[in-house]
Nanobody
Framework: QVQLVESGGGSVQAGGSLTLSCVAS????????MGWYRQVPGKEREGVAA????????TYADSVKGRFTISRDSSKRTIYLQMNSLGPEDTAIYYC??????????????????????WGQGTQVTVSS
């Protein structure tokens, strides 16, 4: 069972930045992709960004493109989410997750779907206006 531990959440004013980190206890089956999801109470969990641990190609939700950057340090089994130009709409619990690569259009990529194999406990991000 892979353990994922998030850190870096907190409170920030609109326009500010935060960086989230997620450390995996191991790389094994079900950790080809790691990514970030967020959830607001009463709403469905939303995929934010994901990255292939091996190749490093990222996938982003349209709502965060140009503002958020996902990266990984495979030697530390860690991914990061740099969040810039934050707005109140980014307020949520952010979860780290890992899962499998998907294949489409001749290439492998990390899908932002909820059927990930392993999940972290989540970290709160609050953006005030």
């Amino acid at each position: 069972q892979v353990q994922l531990v998030e850190s870096g959440g907190g409170s920030v004013q609109a326009g500010g930045s935060l960086t989230l980190s997620c450390v995996a206890s191991e790389f094994s089956y079900g950790t080809d992709c790691m990514g970030w999801y967020r959830q607001v109470p009463g709403k469905e969990r939303e995929g934010v960004a994901a990255i292939s641990i091996g190749v490093g190609n990222p996938t982003y939700a349209d709502s965060v493109k140009g503002r958020f950057t996902i990266s990984r340090d495979s030697s530390k089994r860690t991914i990061y989410l740099q969040m810039n130009s934050l707005g109140p709409e980014d307020t949520a619990i952010y979860y780290c997750a890992s899962g499998d690569l998907a294949y489409r259009g001749g290439r492998y990529y990390c899908p932002l779907t909820s059927d990930q194999r392993f999940w972290g406990q989540g970290t709160q991000v609050t953006v005030s206006s």
